[in-house]
């Protein structure tokens, strides 16, 4: 029984130096236009609300 072959990923895919640096430039302008605080306080609403419902 022959083992079965995935589908190789395309070449962009593989280079990971490119992909690591795109998700740095990412997290960076998340955190300078202020991104990431309103995500944290997103979740920490939705954290209150579901502590709330199970009280």
Not at 8 to 27: H, N
Not at 42 to 49: H, P
């Amino acid at each position: 029984m022959r083992k079965r072959r995935w589908p190789s990923s395309c070449s962009q895919c593989r280079s990971w130096p490119d992909r690591a640096e795109a998700a740095g430039d990412a997290a960076e302008l998340a955190v300078e236009t202020g991104l990431l605080g309103w995500i944290g306080r997103g979740t920490m609403g939705v954290v209150r609300l579901a502590l709330r419902a199970l009280d």
